[in-house]
């Protein structure tokens, strides 16, 4: 390879290589300002200031606050690493408490990681429907892993008289963020004790 041909593979990466970290730094920005200002009072215009871009470049990266929410929605979603909760689920996979406790974890990670963005989400979707259908689809992606998994289990399982869709709707009340931000900005709970209080939650409520 020439040293041309060097040089423009180099640029083409290095090119590469800043768009992504523009898209990282806008997204960052846009979850700070919908941190602090919440998503109704956040413009676009506000989010170039604070990433340091120009508008333009924000609408070329997402579109409007519509696709930079989702977008913001998307990575916070992969921070709660659902690799590690398959890997933990299928090392458990005859054994219904440590499933259960492999939820919960999942779920902790997510709204450890990721609570501001739920919320945010979840607000402006009042107002936006494309926003309210991804909020959603986010929680029906939740419960069908949940039915899969309550499915698996052997008959006698799950406590007598309770059928799969209650299961479902019990760890929903249980496991979600509103029970989350109480505990932890309320109550004073670290994380790592409601994961651990989920778990036997889950397992007192559901188990047989």
Same mark, same amino acid.
């Given at each position: 390879?020439?040293?041309?041909?060097?040089?423009?593979?180099?640029?083409?990466?290095?090119r590469t290589t800043q768009a992504r970290e523009t898209r990282a730094e806008i997204a960052r920005a846009a979850r700070r300002l919908f941190d602090?200002?919440?998503? #109704?009072?956040?413009?676009?215009?506000?989010?170039?200031?604070?990433?340091?871009?120009?508008?333009?470049? %924000?609408?070329a990266t997402y579109g409007n606050k519509t696709g930079l929410t989702r977008a913001v929605a998307d990575s916070a979603d992969l921070s709660a690493d659902a690799p590690q909760m398959l890997a933990e689920l299928e090392a458990a996979v005859a054994n219904p408490q440590g499933q259960l406790a492999a939820m919960a974890a999942y779920d902790r990670r997510l709204f450890e990681r990721a609570g501001d963005i739920i919320?945010?989400?979840?607000?402006?979707?009042?107002? +936006?429907? +494309?926003? #309210?259908?991804?909020?959603?689809?986010?929680? +029906?992606r939740g419960d069908a892993t949940? %039915?899969?998994?309550?499915?698996?289990?052997?008959?006698?399982?799950?406590?007598?008289?309770?059928d799969r869709q209650s299961a479902v709707d019990i760890y929903a009340a249980i496991c979600n963020i509103?029970?989350?931000?109480?505990?932890?900005?309320?109550?004073g709970w670290p994380p790592s004790r409601i994961e651990e209080w989920w778990g036997q939650a889950l397992a007192r409520e559901l188990l047989s």
């Open positions: 390879m020439s040293e041309e041909q060097d040089r423009r593979r180099y640029d083409s990466l290095r602090s200002q919440g998503w #109704a009072g956040t413009t676009v215009r506000e989010v170039a200031r604070e990433a340091g871009v120009s508008v333009p470049t %924000v609408y919320m945010v989400m979840r607000e402006a979707g009042r107002s +936006e429907p +494309e926003l #309210a259908t991804a909020y959603r689809d986010g929680r +029906e949940r %039915v899969q998994i309550f499915s698996s289990w052997p008959a006698g399982t799950l406590r007598r008289g309770l509103d029970v989350y931000t109480t505990l932890t900005t309320e109550r």
